[in-house]
């Protein structure tokens, strides 16, 4: 079992940044790929951005790509995700999961998911 914590969401303004941390305990850190997702209330968690165990290979969702950038360091246990441009649209909860294969994560079925973090995009 691995626990996930995130931080770093906030209330930003349309056309700012925020860089989002997901730090990871409980088990080696490095077998298992990691993502983010989102939600709104009233709608489905959606993927986010994912990243394999060695960081070469990412995945990130169409409404996102050019803006955020998903990374990882496996010495400190942390992935990350740099989100610039924001948009308002981009407001909601966002979660870190994990799971050993990085399909499982891409398609929304993790073995672990994090609590949450809250990320406002103002107009």
């Known amino acids: 079992q691995v626990q996930l914590v995130e931080s770093g969401g906030g209330l930003v303004e349309a056309g700012g940044s925020l860089r989002l941390s997901c730090v990871a305990s409980g088990r080696t850190f490095s077998i298992y790929a990691m993502g983010w997702f989102r939600q709104v209330p009233g709608k489905e968690r959606e993927f986010v951005a994912a990243?394999?165990?060695?960081?070469?290979?990412?995945i990130y969702a169409e409404a996102v790509k050019g803006r955020f950038t998903i990374s990882r360091d496996n010495a400190k246990n942390t992935v990350d995700l740099q989100m610039n441009m924001l948009k308002p649209e981009d407001t909601g909860d966002y979660y870190c999961?994990?799971?050993?294969?990085?399909?499982?994560?891409?398609?929304?079925?993790?073995?672990?998911w994090g609590q949450g973090t809250q990320v406002t995009v103002s107009i």
């Open positions: 999961a994990s799971d050993p294969q990085l399909s499982a994560v891409h398609r929304g079925t993790p073995a672990n």
């Open positions: 990243i394999n165990r060695s960081g070469i290979t990412t």
